[in-house]
């Protein structure tokens, strides 16, 4: 069974910092990334990642604060989130597939997300 679980979301000052995880099991995914969904805005692409790190994408409102990685040892990604906005409130998800993509319908595997607030 494929499953997702995502951690390290919570409460932050802007301007700090919070780092997510992902680990996957079941399988492995060549690529994997991150949306995030805020209330009552459509789910949202940030960043993805290829099975080597070799290529990542990242949405334009998080390039410079923002970092996707991955440890494939521990079948994990990790989205490393600096200078934090209170814009960048929301839930945010793992995502997995066998494609690197920066389209939410792309990824057929999903984590159940974690809420990330940003207080002013």
């Known amino acids: 069974q494929v499953q997702l679980v995502e951690s390290g979301g919570g409460l932050v000052q802007a301007g700090g910092s919070l780092r997510l995880s992902c680990a996957a099991s079941?399988?492995?995914?060549?690529?994997m990334g991150w949306f995030r969904q805020a209330p009552g805005k459509e789910r949202e692409f940030v960043a993805a990642i290829s099975w080597s790190g070799g290529r990542t994408y990242y949405a334009d409102s998080v390039k410079g604060r923002f970092t996707i990685s991955r440890d494939n040892a521990k079948n994990t990604v990790y989205l490393q989130m600096n200078s934090l906005k209170p814009e960048d409130t929301a839930v945010y998800y793992c995502?997995?597939?066998?494609?690197?993509?920066?389209?939410?319908?792309?990824?057929?595997?999903w984590g159940q997300g974690t809420q990330v607030t940003v207080s002013s």
């Open positions: 995502a997995a597939d066998s494609h690197l993509r920066v389209t939410a319908s792309a990824y057929d595997y």
């Open positions: 079941g399988r492995t995914f060549n690529a």
